[in-house]
């Protein structure tokens, strides 16, 4: 069993940054990968950035150049340095891990709002 947290989404105004944490208990040892997606209302969950246990990392095309993932594998935390923030990536955003074995946990979210 893993459980993650999320943390640090808010309200920021157009061209301003965030940086998100999703902190990890339970079985992190067995963390293969670890990434942020987010939901707007009204659309689909999709893929923010992914990190794997040996610090490759993905992207969505709609954040690439702006947002940067990392983890802290002393702190079993993973952050979303988010920077340049526009309105469209107003949404919930969700941590999710991947176990070696393919069992995948979520977060609760946390709601990011940028304003125009």
């Known amino acids: 069993q893993v459980q993650l947290v999320e943390s640090g989404g808010g309200l920021v105004q157009a061209g301003g940054s965030l940086r998100l944490s999703c902190a990890a208990s339970?079985?992190?040892?067995?963390?293969?990968?670890l990434g942020w997606y987010r939901q707007a209302p009204g659309k689909q969950r999709e893929l923010v950035a992914t990190?794997?246990?040996?610090?490759?990392?993905n992207y969505a095309d709609s954040v690439k150049g702006r947002f940067s993932i990392s983890r802290d594998n002393a702190k079993n935390t993973v952050y979303l340095q988010m920077n340049s923030l526009k309105p469209e990536d107003t949404a919930v955003y969700y941590c999710?891990?991947?176990?070696?074995?393919?069992?995948?946990?979520w977060g609760q979210g946390t709601q990011v709002t940028v304003s125009s």
């Open positions: 339970g079985s992190t040892f067995r963390l293969n990968k």
């Open positions: 990190i794997t246990s040996d610090d490759s990392t």
């Open positions: 999710r891990g991947v176990l070696t074995s393919g069992t995948n946990y």
